[in-house]
């Protein structure tokens, strides 16, 4: 029994991990994060499988952490499919490493590891090279930031030529 605790807990501290060379932003603002982000791009993963107009919404909660609700239309039935869950900061608030849970007391991380000063575009991982985004304020970037983001998410280790880019139309 106690060998089965010790795995649980191993495979649980493993997904709020950061993949290697992932470095998470230092002087974060949570307030300014705060608000709708785009998904622009990501790695397919099944949870968000099949969905396109794709968003993020974060909130404060009294807890201190941070509320979460992801929307996203099912590209097969054109139904709205959304998530709420929970972000807390792994560390402190000036960095950017959460934690975030949708099933309970299972987390996974959400590393943002580049982020521009004015807070439109946002670089994640989650807890290893499976998990990545492109999240933006617009729905609509730049070629520049997309060029940008597959080189800087390459150097990284991120299976770049599987990217999706999400259809926000």
């Known amino acids: 029994m106690r060998r089965l ?6 495979f649980l501290a493993g997904c709020t991990g950061m993949p290697d060379k992932v470095t998470p932003v230092k002087n974060f603002d949570a307030e300014r994060y705060l ?3 785009y998904e622009v791009a990501r790695l397919d993963h099944s ?13 404060p909660r009294e ?21 709420e869950g929970k972000a807390c900061f792994v ?13 309970g007391p299972f987390y ?5 590891f580049e982020l521009d000063d004015d807070y439109q575009h946002a670089f994640v991982s989650g807890y290893n090279h499976d998990y990545l985004w492109l999240l933006a304020r617009d729905p609509v970037v730049s ?27």
């Open 5 to 10: 605790i010790l795995l649980l807990v191993g």
């Open 35 to 37: 608000g709708t982000w």
């Open 143 to 169: 070629p520049e930031l997309k060029a940008r983001f597959v080189i800087r998410a390459k150097e990284l280790g991120f299976a770049t030529d599987g990217l999706i880019w999400v259809n926000q139309e």
């Open 63 to 83: 807890d201190g952490g941070i509320r979460v609700l992801n929307r996203g239309v099912d590209t097969g039935s054109g139904e709205v499919k959304e998530a």
């Open 91 to 103: 560390n402190d608030e000036q960095e950017a490493y959460l934690k975030v849970s949708f099933f």
């Open 108 to 112: 996974g991380s959400y590393v943002v």
């Open 47 to 59: 949870f968000e499988r099949g969905l396109e107009r794709v968003s993020a919404e974060y909130q």
